[in-house]
């Protein structure tokens, strides 16, 4: 069973910052994209970063443009999500995603949920004011 498995969540005042960390059990991973989305009670899914199986390609929504710097290793098959500047409106559940078939050039950068086909657990981030 592949899993995702993300970790680093916990309490932070705004204007912290947090590191959270998705290991895959599975090193089949670093061949495929990976992204960070967030759940706010009584919100949809929201995409926050991906990245390319190489690393060498970032894409992120405005909303954390500028604050949060997505990352990989994949001699750990491991992404990272580093968080700077956060906000109470940051305070979510967050999840990482990955790949497992390569979806084309074309279709890059990769924003939806659909095109994701593992996910981890979620991990919660809340930011106090």
């Not at 390569?102 to 659909?114: C, E, M």
């Amino acid at each position: 069973q592949v899993q995702l498995v993300e970790s680093g969540g916990g309490l932070v005042q705004a204007g912290g910052s947090l590191r959270l960390s998705c290991a895959a059990s599975d090193r089949a991973f670093s061949r495929y994209a990976m992204a960070w989305f967030r759940q706010a009670p009584g919100a949809e899914h929201e995409f926050l970063a991906a990245i390319f199986w190489s690393g060498g390609s970032t894409y992120y929504a405005d909303s954390v443009k500028g604050r949060f710097t997505i990352s990989r290793d994949n001699a750990k098959n491991t992404v990272y999500l580093q968080m700077n500047s956060l906000e109470p409106e940051d305070t979510a559940v967050y999840y990482c995603a990955a790949q497992s078939r390569f979806r084309g050039i074309s279709a890059w950068p990769y924003t939806r949920v659909a095109q994701y086909d593992y996910w981890g657990q979620g991990t919660q981030v809340t930011v106090s004011s």
